[in-house]
């Protein structure tokens, strides 16, 4: 068995040396040359209800079936250590699709660990896709289970706090109930929420998995059992993944575990030099003893990761920050090569309920693959600057 690193190189490029080429060919065709009426009937109806591509069918159409995209979401099952994958447009359809699978199995109810990604939080509390919402504390997904709980989300590192969530006790308390694992901030690098027990993994691809900041995609990493009804859901509501990011997407992986460890090792020196100024009241960093009560770096977590968050004394100090870095970019999102930073009170976590929603005082830091002496100095810099 290759290791990880190798298997992000390589996994989802088989059949080049046939096909005679060294990348991997971005397959553009909206529909596919049909056999017979037939043939081609059969492999649409397997694939609309659900199924692979089958060899030697015709792809039908591009709703149904891409092969760029399907050597994506291969790479991703392998990192993630699930069977398959399920590629989507965006994170956001991604988990869209997730809840019409839930409530279609008729258990509305979701059980929500909060804090959540805002996007998420404001889709699920919304009820717009038919489900009902409890949030709730990892303590308190025991006591929030109904008989009609068909699925429980959580995230971890969570948006923005980056407090960590033992995804084995939860699935745990879940009690049955799937789990799905927002994986987004840990990357599979990090984190395999599957061996914990998780019975969903979702990434906003756009993020690290990509990493370079030019591709939107979401993806589901899961057994048969919850993949095959997410891509009849992708066939019917349309939301999958197009080929040109999806090549980008896959390419990311290449990169990942390289990218993931060198954006570590510089979220760490910008952290502990964010603790050590005076006008940072506190620090939020998975790699900071305090930041990881439960000891969840070194057994479910590999590393503490690139995500930090810092208070300073006051809303409107936080709110100039942004304005004054250098060559930081005030921007949301996150994963990517160059660090960004945002106030995820004001933008990222505005939809989230007023008395959920992170301290106004509060800025989220996405560190990238500068040297982390010249994003120390920015950050700096623009926090003495605006004071
Ligand atoms: C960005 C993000 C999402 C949503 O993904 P999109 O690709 O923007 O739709 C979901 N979860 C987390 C943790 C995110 O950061």
Redesign the pocket.
Known sequence: MLSQDSLAVHAGRNGLTELGVHAVPIDLSTTAPLPSVHDGGLAYEHMATGGTHREGQSTVYQRLWNPTVARFEEGVAVLEDTTEAVAFA????A?SAVLLAVVATGKKHVVAVRP??G??DYLLASGVLGNDVTFTTPAGVHAALRPDTGLVIL?TPA?PSLELVDIAGVAAAADGVPLLV?N??ASPVLQRPFRHGAAMV?H????FLGGHGDA???VVAAAPEWTTRLRQIRAVTGGILTPWPAYLLHRGLATLPVRVRAQQASAQKVAVALAGHGLVLRVYYPGLPECDPQRLIGTQMSGPGSLLAFEVGSAEHAERIPAAVGMITHAV??GGIDTLIQHPAGLTHRPVAADARPHASLLRVSVGLEDPSDIVADLVQAIEATR
């Open positions: 965006t994170g956001m359809a988990l959540l990604y996007g998420s995230e948006n927002d987004t901030f979702l906003s691809a756009t993020k939107m995609g979401g999102s996150l």
